[in-house]
RNA sequence: CGGGGCGUAGCGCAGUUCGGUAGCGCACACGGUUUGGGACCGUGGGGUCGUGGGUUCAAGUCCCACCGCCCCGACCA
């Protein structure tokens, strides 16, 4: 391609607002366009990498059994329904209505339609175990996009679905996943981790997330230098401070005038915020074919703790939880600030695991300005759930190892989920067991979105003058900077070489513009590809063309007669330092 | 949805305080000089000043409403 006719161009400032380093560069080198919030067209840079990563998803998910095709973006909504997803995920599912005013979805996800196909296709246990596939556009309306690539409402995705007989065969296809999650980053060259997270929207048993450490990432995870523990901060576990044994006392009212606060109480009270109990007061919602259902939840946790809404939900199944209002808490007999479980009725108590092993603690008497010393459950009140509600972070122990956890930010570059029998079972799709029996197929789903990917390699892959692709994701292999100017001999050179190059079946861009040296030398620099020919009176009189790698400061002459093999084997040397990165990754 | 910021030529910005009929740099076109790290001279084209309403003899500037985009939070995978 010749730089002169390229469509796309580069950009000496990022626009206004544009603050990721993948955003500025992926703008400024002429790769995306933004239309809209979210919302981005991808120029022919951009999507020649993203052809290339999309290669090495199907070339990574071919190798573990994978079977390509293609569903729809546009679904009746039956299918949401039939799920109840529908029901259950609130604005950011786009709906329409189609011109018969049939209520229509923008795909988020395809496990409805997966599930849907499986009704016709699978109809024997003597099919399973299967793996398809499709590489197709999702649209999420997300509440705030953000950070160029990283975080879009409209993006493709490789979403992969496996299909089993039974929870054996899940674990198989969940296992050849993992790795061939690993290789896919890796082949980007792009540092990731797995790391336990929560199921989500998504449901089912056991979750991996993906994750690119980076500042620009919005998720938080919690980490262990010593043993390796990693996972989402909203399942992240700890080893929590055990409380003494002691006695249990009986129940004494003291007062506590102003005193809302554990750090006040504690204080008043002179004891460690660990022999406190905390109230966190919240409405759960569930939503339901009938509407939507509210419960009240009175969770209570250790005072030195913190809750994990996200485990909250979970304990509870709820869809959402929002903090319950005064009017809320005095409608089930409790007092804002004050508030305790006992005594308590027809409410959800959920109690935090390290709960009923810390004897003696001080909670509130639902009587403003006034605590009680010495709550124990359960004798002095019921538990309806025990369950680790607990927030790990900073500091906390690791539960395997005892070390101290750390937090970091990440980016979400792919997922994978034990599904298992939700979504086949509410659709549908059933087969025939050896033994006679139909019975919902054992499902997992395995995303990886091509776009954000594209922008974490950006991310990774830079320095002060612009991106610096690694060779499987670069849009070309060689560019090729004439610097003819008024000198017709170098002019017929460099066309000599683009041909050559053309030829031999390299990848190249051609940055033939009539720009002075420092205009096509940034340029280059910019767009970031990794071999750098440069064709020039200088070079040829020192005898041939210079060669220079992207990430690399030295260059050198390579005679013409040379060049082509000269080139080709320094490819073969960047595809080899890649080659290199893909290697067994232990399942954890 | 809450808090903050911004919207003037393709991009980056000034002009808004104090109302008087729109400007700078880059980019673009033409002519000339220049050619190994974002050249220079000259000429030129390009604007519903986000949208609508209001105040006024007069609005980019003042008032009201709305829209869009960005950042932080809530939310989400």
């Not at 729809?72 to 259950?88: F, L, M």
Request: with cysteine.
């Amino acid at each position: 391609m010749k730089l002169s006719h390229h469509f796309g161009t580069t950009l000496r400032e990022a626009p206004a607002g544009v603050e990721a380093i993948s955003h500025q560069l992926l703008v400024r080198a002429g790769f995306i366009r933004q239309l809209g919030q979210g919302l981005f067209s991808y120029l022919p840079l951009a999507r020649r990498s993203l052809t290339k990563i999309e290669n090495i998803l199907r070339e990574e998910i071919n190798a573990i059994g994978g079977q390509e095709m293609t569903m729809p973006v546009a679904h009746p909504a039956e299918v949401w329904q039939a799920t109840g997803r529908w029901y259950s995920i609130g604005p950011e599912m786009a709906r329409f209505k189609d011109r018969k005013e049939r209520d229509m979805v923008l795909a988020m996800t395809h496990e409805e339609v997966v599930a849907d196909l499986c009704k016709t296709e699978i109809k024997s246990y003597r099919q399973l175990p299967q793996l398809v596939y499709h590489i197709q556009t999702k649209f999420r309306d997300d509440p705030r996009p953000r950070a160029g690539l990283i975080r879009v409402r409209e993006f493709t995705m490789k979403d992969s679905y496996s299909l089993d007989t039974d929870e054996a065969g899940l674990d198989k296809q969940y296992r050849a996943h993992y790795q061939a999650y690993f290789n896919i980053f890796n082949r980007c060259a792009l540092p990731a981790i797995a790391v336990g997270s929560d199921v989500g929207m998504m449901g089912g048993s056991l979750a991996h997330e993906y994750m690119y450490l980076a500042p620009v990432g919005e998720d938080t995870l919690v980490l262990c230098r010593q043993c390796g523990y990693a996972a989402n901060r909203q399942i992240a576990r700890c080893a929590k401070p055990k409380a003494a044994s002691e006695e249990l006392k009986s129940i004494e009212k003291v007062a506590t005038p102003e005193t809302k606060t554990i750090e006040a109480l504690a204080a008043l009270l002179n004891v460690p915020k660990s022999k406190t109990a905390k109230a966190l007061l919240m409405m759960a919602g569930h939503e339901e074919d009938s509407g939507t259902r509210e419960e009240f939840i009175f969770a209570v946790i250790r005072g030195d703790m913190e809750v994990n809404e996200t485990k909250l939900t979970n304990a509870v199944k709820a869809d959402w939880l929002q903090p319950a209002t005064d009017e809320q808490i005095r409608a089930i007999g409790a007092t804002p600030g004050f508030a305790s479980p006992i005594g308590l009725k027809n409410v959800t108590v959920v109690v935090d695991d390290a709960v009923p092993s810390s004897p003696n603690l001080v909670a509130g008497a639902n009587e403003a300005g006034y605590h009680l010393l010495n709550a124990n459950t359960p004798r002095d009140y019921a538990a309806t759930i025990v369950a680790d509600i607990a927030a790990a972070g900073d500091g906390d122990a690791c539960l395997n190892c005892g070390q101290p956890l750390y937090t970091a930010r990440g980016v979400e570059v792919g997922n994978i989920f034990k599904l298992g029998t939700r979504y086949s079972a509410a659709i549908g799709a059933t087969f025939l067991a050896a033994d006679g029996t139909q019975q919902p197929i054992v499902m997992g789903s395995y995303g990886i979105g091509s776009g954000r990917l594209l922008a974490c390699v950006a991310e990774e892959h830079h320095d002060d003058k612009g991106l610096i692709w690694p060779i499987s994701v670069a849009p070309y292999h060689v560019q090729l900077v004439s610097l003819a100017g008024e000198e017709a001999g170098v002019n017929e050179v460099a066309d000599r070489v683009y041909a050559a190059l053309l030829a031999a079946g390299i990848e190249v861009l051609y940055d033939d513009r009539n720009e002075r040296p420092g205009v096509k030398f940034a340029d280059a620099d910019l767009i970031g590809i990794p071999i750098r020919l440069t064709v020039s009176t200088k070079a040829i009189g020192k005898g041939g063309i210079e060669m220079k790698r992207r990430d690399r400061k030295e260059f050198e002459i390579v005679s013409e007669a040379n060049l082509m093999t000269r080139v080709q084997t320094e490819i073969n040397s960047m595809l080899e330092e890649i080659a290199a990165k893909v290697v067994e990754v232990p399942f954890k």
